[in-house]
């Protein structure tokens, strides 16, 4: 495997300062996009909101890396909070992955907080509770969606592989395997590139058709879609060793590399949209080059320099282009393009300097298994 390239740690020491500042700053806040340059508490404009984990996600890994009890006061903090997520219930749905795995297990993991593992055997059982056994699937979202999945929920799963793990309860592994299996078979096209959304008749399970969600349109690429499979398959590989993950992972991870070639190692928000006007999403590329990095550890070790230079020099270009190291200013990673027709394009998002924080530590081997 190449070394760590040396700019990864003084780049790490910088942006674990920042975040620093923003933990001093905001107290038990959970951030989201910065308005008029500042970050909203999220936990209090909408607890049950789908990124309300990152920021404590984040914060653990920077004090699994550091040891600076800031951070993980910040974390627990954070963690309290969502507790008001369970109260509210109504709105909960697949996310509940994102949110309670990069908050409670993650703290779990670290600690063995007892209350840490009830809150996320309390979020898997939720999650359990999407499956349809018709289809095979975990249902996504809500509303008259009952047939709806999405392929953001690649990465919720990891909270059933947890739970299946620390109560061994098979049921968890197989409601998980189940998920991936129609999500592999249906929404992952032939040639590597993946659907938003796949819409499935709830009754029977068979594929009605599949959307560009937050894409450009049907047959779109959307590059954050991308990343969530490629990170997604090569983590339900790591939790199940099932070679189809691997491989479906592999194919993903291709026509990702494929398609940046092009624009300087940084994604456009959708592969198969017009090419102008050009809008980039720093998130796709983060969250790719984290799963891009695990699945250099998974394949024969002829492969592993290919994904694992890939991952660098999508950092790179991201940390070289896309950054604000001010510790005055809220929001690390700029760029960032939550959804096509969204009219937020290329602003700061939290789970982009999730990803950032995690992709530095694996590089630096100070990565621990978050999800």
Same mark, same amino acid.
Not at 197 to 208: K, M, Q, R, V, Y
Not at 262 to 277: H, I, K, Q, W, Y
Not at 306 to 322: C, E, N, P, R, W
């Given at each position: 495997?190449?070394?760590?390239?040396?700019?990864?740690?003084?780049?790490?020491?910088?942006?674990?300062?920042?975040?620093?500042?923003e933990a001093i700053r905001l107290?038990? %806040?959970?951030?989201?996009?910065?308005?008029?340059? &500042?970050?909203?508490?999220?936990?209090?404009?909408?607890?049950?909101w789908w990124t309300n984990g990152f920021w404590a996600g984040t914060?653990?890994?920077?004090? &699994?890396?550091?040891?600076?009890?800031?951070f993980k006061q910040t974390a627990e903090a954070n963690e309290a909070v969502l507790d008001? %997520?369970? @109260?509210?219930?109504?709105?909960?749905?697949?996310?509940?992955? *994102?949110?309670?795995?990069l908050s409670a297990v993650a703290d779990y993991r670290l600690t063995q907080n007892n209350r840490s593992w009830a809150r996320g055997l309390h979020a898997a059982t939720l999650l359990a509770g999407r499956y349809n056994p018709r289809g095979k699937f975990l249902r996504s979202w809500n509303r008259d969606r009952a047939g709806w999945v999405i392929i953001d929920s690649m990465m919720n799963i990891n909270l059933l592989y947890w739970a299946r793990d620390e109560q061994n309860d098979p049921r968890y592994g197989f409601m998980a395997e189940d998920h991936a299996d129609t999500v592999m078979n249906n929404i992952v096209r032939p040639d590597g590139s993946v659907a938003h959304i796949g819409i499935f008749d709830p009754t029977t399970?068979?594929?009605?058709?599949?959307? $560009?969600?937050?894409?450009?349109?049907? $047959?779109?690429?959307?590059?954050?879609?991308?990343?969530? %499979?490629?990170?997604? *398959?090569?983590?339900?590989?790591? &939790?199940?060793?099932?070679? !189809?993950?691997?491989?479906?992972?592999?194919?993903?991870?291709?026509?990702?590399?494929?398609?940046?070639?092009?624009? $300087? @190692?940084?994604?456009?928000? @959708? *592969?198969?949209?017009?090419?102008?006007?050009?809008?980039? @999403?720093?998130?796709?590329?983060?969250?790719? !080059?984290?799963?891009?990095?695990?699945?250099s550890e998974q394949v024969p070790a002829l492969e592993q320099s290919l994904y694992y230079d890939a991952a660098v020099k999508i950092i790179k270009a991201i940390a070289d282009g896309y950054l604000d190291l001010d510790a005055a200013t809220d929001g690390i990673v700029t760029g960032g393009t939550p959804a096509y027709f969204d009219d937020q394009h290329e602003v700061r998002m939290i789970y982009s300097d999730f990803f950032l924080i995690e992709a530095l530590t694996r590089l630096l081997g100070k990565n621990f298994l978050i999800w």
């Amino acid at each position: 495997m190449t070394e760590t390239p040396a700019w990864v740690q003084p780049l790490f020491d910088k942006v674990s300062a920042k975040a620093k500042a923003e933990a001093i700053r905001l107290g038990s %806040a959970i951030p989201y996009i910065p308005e008029d340059g &500042h970050y909203v508490d999220m936990g209090k404009k909408d607890v049950i909101w789908w990124t309300n984990g990152f920021w404590a996600g984040t914060q653990w890994l920077l004090y &699994h890396a550091t040891g600076d009890p800031v951070f993980k006061q910040t974390a627990e903090a954070n963690e309290a909070v969502l507790d008001g %997520a369970f @109260d509210k219930f109504i709105g909960l749905h697949h996310d509940v992955g *994102f949110m309670w795995d990069l908050s409670a297990v993650a703290d779990y993991r670290l600690t063995q907080n007892n209350r840490s593992w009830a809150r996320g055997l309390h979020a898997a059982t939720l999650l359990a509770g999407r499956y349809n056994p018709r289809g095979k699937f975990l249902r996504s979202w809500n509303r008259d969606r009952a047939g709806w999945v999405i392929i953001d929920s690649m990465m919720n799963i990891n909270l059933l592989y947890w739970a299946r793990d620390e109560q061994n309860d098979p049921r968890y592994g197989f409601m998980a395997e189940d998920h991936a299996d129609t999500v592999m078979n249906n929404i992952v096209r032939p040639d590597g590139s993946v659907a938003h959304i796949g819409i499935f008749d709830p009754t029977t399970g068979a594929l009605l058709k599949t959307d $560009g969600g937050q894409g450009y349109g049907v $047959g779109s690429s959307w590059s954050r879609g991308q990343a969530w %499979a490629l990170y997604g *398959f090569a983590l339900s590989y790591e &939790h199940t060793q099932k070679e !189809a993950y691997l491989d479906t992972a592999k194919r993903v991870a291709n026509y990702f590399l494929a398609n940046i070639a092009d624009t $300087g @190692d940084v994604p456009l928000v @959708d *592969f198969r949209a017009p090419r102008e006007p050009k809008i980039v @999403d720093t998130s796709a590329g983060l969250c790719a !080059a984290c799963g891009l990095l695990l699945l250099s550890e998974q394949v024969p070790a002829l492969e592993q320099s290919l994904y694992y230079d890939a991952a660098v020099k999508i950092i790179k270009a991201i940390a070289d282009g896309y950054l604000d190291l001010d510790a005055a200013t809220d929001g690390i990673v700029t760029g960032g393009t939550p959804a096509y027709f969204d009219d937020q394009h290329e602003v700061r998002m939290i789970y982009s300097d999730f990803f950032l924080i995690e992709a530095l530590t694996r590089l630096l081997g100070k990565n621990f298994l978050i999800w």
